[in-house]
């Protein structure tokens, strides 16, 4: 933020994720999006009278998951509470949720800041709950239809502490639970299918005041960039008031990106306001120590973690680490290929550089990769050997994308094989020098920047199949 601003942002998130569990929280329905609107539904997830629900363990294991990557302590004891609340799509008028006595509490996840320092944002509590079904507004007329195939399910809510301090960090604190979720293999993170999404609380005080100021909510921001802006519009919004002597008002707001500004949606509600209490159909939930330990046992290496390895045991910088780890599909494409070809910074340029530029441009996902990471291993290689130089790769490589072939099939289908005999590229060099006297006569004067324009000359003459080095050496030699 501006440093010149006289207030401080003071910013906590509340993340929702959906589970990715093959049935819903309390019911036997198919959890899964999309479908024809209300047919993953049930007597239990509908509300319908005298129905019970029963806990699904998987999520109590996969909400354990996400506590222990986050450092949080895992309460032996936590209880279901009912969130009573009257909205179309909730079907019984309350939601089940957990209150006073949630899963886990007091963790942390560590962030990087945009001068490189580390910062620790402390999450206040991860609790278990349900999904509400969704409302689908008709386009033509003034009518909302209810679809409540996503009612149940299950959801784990990761409330973070007040230690952000400008729209940037909440960004990547996002992208760092998101990543975590991600490497648990807990939650898929697609933010446009509303399977993580976020509310956010935004309060302003005085530099050096500790007391905090009156905060409203953000509500349902689901892209890093909705959450960047809302928030930065917000921020102003409230600097706006408080300089001409106005009040905030505790509001609930919804951030319009079309018009990128935010509302007023409602009065923000208090805890009292939902009547919370212990739902009577549900027993207190006991989780004993040899079940943390088990679920422990079955953590992945978190992103963290791998990205100090990748530093350590590839000497790879710490931008490269960073990206190459931001998903473990990703960190998984990478080490495959360092498996086969043992140069890390080159498999981390070609990954960064030509895989990754090719799929953001493409809208794909690096599972949707065309190529595949024993194929570029083994143009790589091609590479490494002095088969093919490095502007040859790079024509192979999108030949690669668009037929599908192996590397070596196209270099022996187009004749790509790097000319590396000595003698046949001195006959070049000998022509290109002297079908260049003028230029021969700059260099000589001084101009060693023209070494540039022999090279070229020469690789157009042999159609890039030169070896550079080779072709580097020469001329040197008969350029004096």
């Given at each position: 933020?501006?440093?010149?601003?006289?207030?401080?942002?003071?910013?906590?998130?509340?993340?929702?994720?959906?589970?990715?569990?093959?049935?819903?929280?309390?019911?036997?329905?198919?959890?899964?999006?999309?479908?024809?609107?209300?047919?993953?539904?049930?007597?239990?997830?509908?509300?319908?009278?005298?129905?019970?629900?029963?806990?699904?363990?998987?999520?109590?294991?996969?909400?354990?998951?996400?506590?222990?990557?986050?450092?949080?302590?895992?309460?032996?004891?936590?209880?279901?509470?009912?969130?009573?609340?009257?909205?179309?799509?909730?079907?019984?008028?309350?939601?089940?949720?957990?209150?006073?006595?949630?899963?886990?509490?007091?963790?942390?996840?560590?962030?990087?800041?945009?001068?490189?320092?580390?910062?620790?944002?402390?999450?206040?509590?991860?609790?278990?709950?349900?999904?509400?079904?969704?409302?689908?507004?008709?386009?033509?007329?003034?009518?909302?239809?209810?679809?409540?195939?996503?009612?149940?399910?299950?959801?784990?809510?990761?409330?973070?502490?007040?230690?952000?301090?400008?729209?940037?960090?909440?960004?990547?604190?996002?992208?760092?639970?998101?990543?975590?979720?991600?490497?648990?293999?807990?939650?898929?993170?697609?933010?446009?299918?509303?399977?993580?999404?976020?509310?956010?609380?935004?309060?302003?005080?005085?530099?050096?005041?500790?007391?905090?100021?009156?905060?409203?909510?953000?509500?349902?921001?689901?892209?890093?960039?909705?959450?960047?802006?809302?928030?930065?519009?917000?921020?102003?919004?409230?600097?706006?008031?408080?300089?001409?002597?106005?009040?905030?008002?505790?509001?609930?707001?919804?951030?319009?990106?079309?018009?990128?500004?935010?509302?007023?949606?409602?009065?923000?509600?208090?805890?009292?306001?939902?009547?919370?209490?212990?739902?009577?159909?549900?027993?207190?939930?006991?989780?004993?120590?040899?079940?943390?330990?088990?679920?422990?046992?079955?953590?992945?290496?978190?992103?963290?973690?791998?990205?100090?390895?990748?530093?350590?045991?590839?000497?790879?910088?710490?931008?490269?680490?960073?990206?190459?780890?931001?998903?473990?599909?990703?960190?998984?494409?990478?080490?495959?290929?360092?498996?086969?070809?043992?140069?890390?910074?080159?498999?981390?340029?070609?990954?960064?550089?030509?895989?990754?530029?090719?799929?953001?441009?493409?809208?794909?996902?690096?599972?949707?990769?065309?190529?595949?990471?024993?194929?570029?291993?083994?143009?790589?290689?091609?590479?490494?050997?002095?088969?093919?130089?490095?502007?040859?790769?790079k024509t192979v490589f999108d030949e690669m994308v668009v037929s599908g072939k192996s590397p070596k099939a196209i270099v022996e289908e187009k004749g790509?094989?790097?000319?590396?005999?000595?003698?046949?590229?001195?006959?070049?060099?000998?022509?290109?020098?002297?079908?260049?006297?003028?230029?021969?006569?700059?260099?000589?004067?001084?101009?060693?920047?023209?070494?540039?324009?022999?090279?070229?000359?020469?690789?157009?003459?042999?159609?890039?199949?030169?070896?550079?080095?080779?072709?580097?050496?020469?001329?040197?030699?008969?350029?004096?």
């Amino acid at each position: 933020m501006d440093g010149k601003m006289k207030y401080e942002p003071v910013i906590g998130l509340e993340v929702h994720a959906q589970l990715n569990t093959r049935t819903k929280i309390f019911c036997g329905c198919a959890n899964a999006f999309g479908g024809e609107p209300n047919t993953h539904v049930c007597p239990v997830c509908l509300g319908m009278p005298g129905v019970l629900p029963v806990l699904n363990k998987t999520v109590v294991e996969y909400a354990m998951r996400m506590a222990l990557a986050t450092d949080c302590a895992i309460n032996r004891e936590s209880r279901f509470a009912r969130k009573n609340y009257f909205y179309p799509d909730l079907p019984k008028n309350y939601q089940i949720s957990q209150y006073e006595l949630p899963i886990a509490e007091h963790g942390q996840v560590t962030i990087a800041l945009e001068d490189g320092a580390m910062k620790r944002i402390g999450i206040t509590r991860i609790h278990m709950e349900e999904d509400a079904g969704k409302l689908v507004h008709d386009e033509y007329q003034p009518l909302s239809y209810v679809d409540l195939n996503r009612t149940g399910v299950p959801l784990i809510e990761i409330v973070s502490e007040p230690d952000i301090a400008s729209p940037e960090e909440a960004a990547s604190y996002l992208r760092a639970i998101r990543e975590v979720l991600r490497y648990l293999d807990i939650c898929d993170g697609n933010m446009e299918e509303g399977s993580f999404r976020c509310d956010a609380n935004v309060s302003l005080r005085p530099w050096g005041n500790e007391t905090l100021g009156t905060r409203t909510e953000l509500k349902n921001l689901n892209s890093f960039k909705y959450v960047e802006s809302a928030l930065a519009y917000e921020i102003r919004r409230q600097e706006s008031l408080l300089e001409e002597g106005q009040a905030v008002i505790q509001e609930t707001r919804l951030w319009d990106s079309a018009q990128n500004r935010s509302f007023s949606m409602r009065g923000k509600e208090e805890a009292h306001d939902y009547r919370y209490f212990p739902d009577p159909d549900l027993t207190p939930l006991i989780i004993d120590d040899v079940w943390i330990e088990t679920i422990r046992k079955t953590l992945p290496e978190l992103p963290g973690a791998r990205k100090d390895r990748f530093i350590n045991e590839y000497a790879l910088p710490f931008y490269d680490a960073g990206v190459l780890t931001s998903g473990r599909e990703l960190a998984d494409y990478f080490e495959d290929c360092v498996r086969q070809v043992k140069n890390p910074k080159l498999v981390s340029n070609w990954v960064m550089g030509s895989l990754l530029g090719l799929l953001n441009a493409e809208g794909k996902t690096i599972e949707q990769s065309p190529v595949s990471a024993t194929q570029l291993a083994e143009l790589l290689t091609l590479m490494e050997t002095g088969v093919i130089s490095g502007k040859i790769a790079k024509t192979v490589f999108d030949e690669m994308v668009v037929s599908g072939k192996s590397p070596k099939a196209i270099v022996e289908e187009k004749g790509l094989v790097q000319v590396t005999d000595s003698s046949e590229i001195s006959a070049v060099v000998d022509r290109v020098i002297a079908a260049s006297p003028g230029e021969v006569e700059k260099f000589k004067a001084g101009n060693t920047k023209l070494m540039g324009f022999f090279v070229g000359q020469v690789m157009k003459e042999t159609k890039g199949k030169a070896n550079p080095e080779i072709v580097n050496r020469l001329l040197k030699e008969k350029l004096g």
